[in-house]
């Protein structure tokens, strides 16, 4: 049988494994190298190596290697290769060159050197040219150039072979198949496997180390289910070899299937990613023999349904790029190590990340760790021993859960859950607020939002402590809530958000008593509902998130007034009074802030609840010297008006300074000039101080109303609204 020269490309890390199974897989290793095999045997092992291999990117058949200098002897030398063995002239081709030399300085250029090459030795043997088709090529020519060395291959696997084909779901941070299969190798799931030992995720995200583990287990082919392979268009290609192979695989798979395999279950506290999950077990075949699961790490225990022997615990936490998520995620890794100490005595444990540090917050002592490459991410995979606690050691943990001072606040959250929590559940609230430092020494605000797919976050407000109140007592008291509130809700720590709102005498330029500052950790935006409309909320970015949540009975009561109306919404932050008027029937609307990043989020606010751009018009510009601009060209414009201005600002972009008590009967007057005959105007703030002016009072008619919903009623001065007419109506 003829012998052929290969190179196995694999992520850098998983050499001397990947050597490990080549071997098992037929080939003679002939010398490994950083991220990649050379091995030599038939093409029935390179069939079964693509077939077969869990941790290699590529199999590559070596045609030549030979030395060059100029691009004139790479084109010589490509131009060389029969290639008319190799593709039909008509056929289609694509090309992967890497490297550069001091002639060769871009590996574009080398391509198109390479094409040209191969394209005139077709032309000239045949007549006929392939072309160029980077999705469905009957042939990958394969280049690397190290200095003067070029290596010519034909990429045997197509597609990289880390895409088995079931994945066709992911995850915010996936993990890649073949470093999946690495994890699993490294931390002995096979020998666990056959000894009937249990895998478990604690955060399985999409999957990928559940099904991997699965088709380790029931010995299946990682690319028996892929839709092709390089080599099947390949002129040299061997179909009743690769038949052969292909066959046997299918029977290995059906006698796999048919045993009992071990418990292999996942769990993440992100049920979005679990559909993904389950779309991808499902497209892999083995509904039935891996199951998920939506539980946040804080309830990560042995699954009670059946008996399961104690096996490995594997997971690839989060690990944060910026300082403050490292900061909220080791909370997240101490309450993981909690629960293992606390309910796995007698697991091993593998924690993949890319930040050690994070991964020693469990508490667990790594007996062994090996470095590994997340794509470009330096990694560790961390093993761990989980040993038999003492009864005093188990009761230590658990009071570690709670201390005596967060219990007391976790016992008001309930309490506010009984009260608070089935009142937003009867009138169909998903954004509301838990607990207003109901205990004045923890002085904090909770709301909860729940997003448009069901998802739970907890967006925590500190106050500023009184200057009598020691800095470390303050934290601690920070850390007592946060802990209360993971454990009540059944939170994992990246669905809270933490924020520390200072307050400046005189100098908030927006609503809610501190300027919007961005915050170290910056998170991804949400999409919630209120009474039918979507908004994006940013818990993280900003000191508030989006949504006045105070505010949601005035955008219900503008709702309730909008059918029909021409409205005008100014200072509207990110609109969605606007919103909530248009879906109430509003006509037309303008909304005006100078604030060009609202401008962009009630934009997406917008577009998200189907408002035409031409009725409903944003306009950036200082709200002071519009309505000044306003009263020479929109008297009488407007039907309903909502004027809900800072209580102070002294923004850059304003011409003057605006001072709500001082300026708030200009701004009325202003606003009333601009209303049609009977018209309305909502006049709100937030300044807890705030008197109405006098001759305002005097000069029309003016109603203070109480809009403050059951979450907000033990604060009544957060905000005061008033609604204004003529005096004639």
């Not at 190179?7 to 080549?22: D, N, R």
């Not at 287990?217 to 099947?232: V, W």
């Not at 200072?502 to 935006?525: D, L, N, P």
Request: proline share 4%; aromatic share 8%; glycine share 6%.
């Amino acid at each position: 049988m003829e012998e052929f020269q290969f190179t196995a490309t694999c992520p850098k890390g998983l050499e001397s494994l990947l050597v490990e199974e080549l071997r098992t897989l037929g080939a003679d290793i002939r010398r490994e190298q950083p991220a990649a095999v050379h091995f030599s045997g038939s093409l029935e092992v390179a069939y079964r190596c693509c077939l077969w291999s869990r941790l290699a990117n590529r199999i590559l058949l070596q045609l030549e290697q030979v030395r060059i200098s100029s691009a004139d002897d790479l084109y010589r030398a490509v131009a060389a290769q029969p290639w008319e063995q190799h593709i039909r002239p008509s056929g289609k081709l694509w090309l992967q060159f890497s490297g550069t030399n001091r002639e060769i300085r871009n590996s574009q250029f080398g391509a198109q050197k390479t094409k040209d090459a191969i394209v005139d030795r077709l032309r000239n043997q045949t007549g006929a040219r392939p072309t160029i088709d980077k999705h469905h090529p009957d042939l990958t020519v394969a280049l690397r150039l190290n200095r003067d060395r070029l290596d010519i291959a034909v990429d045997l696997s197509g597609d990289s072979l880390h895409k088995r084909g079931y994945r066709t779901h992911i995850g915010a941070a996936p993990l890649k198949e073949n470093l999946a299969a690495a994890l699993l190798l490294r931390s002995r799931w096979p020998q666990i496997a056959a000894d009937g030992g249990a895998l478990l995720d604690p955060m399985c995200g999409s999957g990928t180390i559940l099904i991997e583990a699965a088709m380790i287990a029931a010995d299946i082919a990682p690319g028996l289910f892929r839709e092709s392979f390089g080599f099947e268009r390949w002129l040299n290609h061997q179909s009743d070899i690769w038949n052969n192979l292909r066959e046997e695989a299918l029977q290995r798979r059906a006698a796999g299937m048919e045993k009992k395999l071990p418990e292999i279950r996942g769990y993440d506290a992100d049920a979005k990613v679990l559909f993904a999950a389950e779309a991808n077990i499902d497209r892999a075949g083995l509904e039935r023999q891996v199951r998920v699961s939506c539980r946040p790490v804080g309830s990560f225990k042995v699954p009670s349904h059946r008996e399961v022997k104690p096996g490995l615990v594997l997971t690839n936490p989060p690990y944060g790029e910026r300082l403050g998520e490292q900061e909220a995620l080791r909370e997240t890794y101490a309450e993981l190590g909690r629960q293992l100490k606390s309910e796995f005595a007698g697991w091993q444990v593998g924690v993949f990340t890319g930040n050690p540090e994070l991964g020693y917050s469990t508490g667990l002592r790594s007996h062994k760790h090996y470095q590994l490459y997340n794509g470009s991410i330096p990694s560790q995979l961390l093993l761990f021993q989980v040993h038999q606690q003492s009864e005093s050691g188990q009761a230590t943990d658990r009071a570690r859960k709670l201390s005596v001072e967060a219990e007391m606040v976790a016992n008001r959250l309930r309490k506010n859950l009984r009260t608070t929590g089935k009142w937003a559940n009867r009138n169909g609230v998903d954004c509301y607020r838990l607990y207003d430092a109901d205990l004045p020494e923890y002085s904090a605000a909770v709301d909860l939002y729940k997003t448009i797919d069901g998802t739970l976050y907890a967006h925590l407000q500190e106050y500023r402590p009184p200057a009598s109140i020691d800095e470390g007592k303050a934290r601690n008291r920070l850390r007592d809530l946060l802990r209360a509130v993971q454990c009540v809700l059944e939170l994992p720590r990246a669905n809270i958000s933490i924020k520390e709102r200072r307050r400046h005498s005189h100098k908030s330029g927006q609503k809610g008593g501190g300027q919007y500052q961005k915050q170290a950790k910056a998170g991804t935006t949400l999409w919630v509902r209120e009474y039918g409309a979507e908004f994006e909320v940013d818990l993280w970015s900003y000191l508030d998130t989006g949504l006045f949540l105070d505010h949601r009975p005035v955008r219900k009561y503008l709702r309730e007034l909008a059918s029909g109306k021409k409205f005008l919404n100014l200072f509207c932050y990110t609109a969605s009074a606007t919103v909530q008027a248009a879906r109430g029937g509003c006509v037309q609307s303008t909304s005006v802030d100078m604030s060009r990043t609202y401008q962009a989020w009630a934009a997406r606010n917008f577009r998200a609840n189907n408002m035409d751009p031409y009725k409903h018009q944003l306009v950036e510009a200082d709200c002071l010297q519009w309505l000044m601009s306003a009263q020479q060209n929109r008297k009488g414009h407007y039907d309903l008006i909502f004027l809900d201005p800072p209580s102070f600002s002294n923004s850059a972009k304003m011409r003057g300074v605006l001072d709500v008590q001082r300026d708030h009967g200009k701004l009325v007057r202003q606003c009333m000039a601009l209303l049609a005959p009977g018209g309305t105007l909502v006049f709100s703030n937030n300044l807890r101080s705030f008197r109405m002016d006098e001759d305002v009072i005097r000069d029309f008619s003016v109603k203070c109303l109480q809009l403050l919903d059951k979450d907000f009623q033990r604060n009544p001065k957060i905000h005061n609204v008033w609604e204004i007419r003529s005096a004639h109506q």
